[in-house]
């Protein structure tokens, strides 16, 4: 397995993480056009953070599930807010249902969500430790 790793002027890195989170009390409103208008706005995200990476996107009528890549320069909690932040108010502009369900709201997302990292697995780290030095040295061509 060979693993994608990311390099930005100070730091290489390997950050995905798998992002779960709902509307404001479990409402089942992602349907078919709105959800086709998350993915867009999740789009239009990334031309503000084009450091945030899409790896996998599934949008379900009653949650959204994410996985990202991000530098560490950001925290989970910042990213969470980022994209919950610039689609949640588009939605409730873009749909009149959702204006009517969710009065006085400005957005359409519950307060919480969910978030687990992707490993990359032991075994690769403790090679990648072991042979580190020799890596530096060009010595060791490692496949990670």
């Given at each position: 397995?060979?693993?994608?790793?990311?390099?930005?002027?100070?730091?290489?890195?390997?950050?995905?993480?798998?992002?779960?989170?709902?509307?404001?009390?479990?409402?089942?409103?992602?349907?078919?056009?709105?959800?086709?208008?998350?993915?867009?706005?999740?789009?239009?995200?990334?031309?503000?953070?084009?450091?945030?990476?899409?790896?996998?996107?599934?949008?379900?009528?009653?949650?959204?599930?994410?996985?990202?890549?991000?530098?560490?320069?950001?925290?989970?909690?910042?990213?969470?807010?980022?994209?919950?932040?610039?689609?949640?108010?588009?939605?409730?502009?873009?749909?009149?249902?959702?204006?009517?369900?969710?009065?006085?709201?400005r957005s359409v997302w519950?307060?919480?969500?969910?978030?687990v990292t992707v490993s990359?697995?032991?075994?690769?780290?403790?090679?990648?430790?072991?042979?580190?030095?020799?890596?530096?040295?060009?010595?060791?061509?490692?496949a990670l």
């Open positions: 397995m060979v693993v994608k790793l990311s390099r930005q002027a100070h730091c290489v890195y390997r950050c995905e993480y798998h992002l779960v989170w709902i509307p404001k009390f479990r409402y089942k409103v992602l349907v078919k056009g709105v959800a086709e208008y998350l993915e867009i706005k999740f789009h239009e995200v990334r031309k503000y953070y084009p450091e945030i990476q899409f790896l996998e996107t599934s949008i379900q009528v009653g949650h959204v599930h994410l996985l990202l890549s991000f530098p560490p320069k950001y925290s989970i909690s910042k990213v969470v807010g980022i994209l919950k932040q610039n689609t949640g108010g588009a939605l409730m502009q873009k749909f009149d249902f959702l204006k009517q369900k969710y009065r006085n709201l519950s307060t919480g969500y969910f978030a990359a697995g032991e075994e690769t780290i403790r090679r990648y430790i072991k042979y580190q030095q020799q890596e530096d040295l060009g010595q060791a061509k490692l």
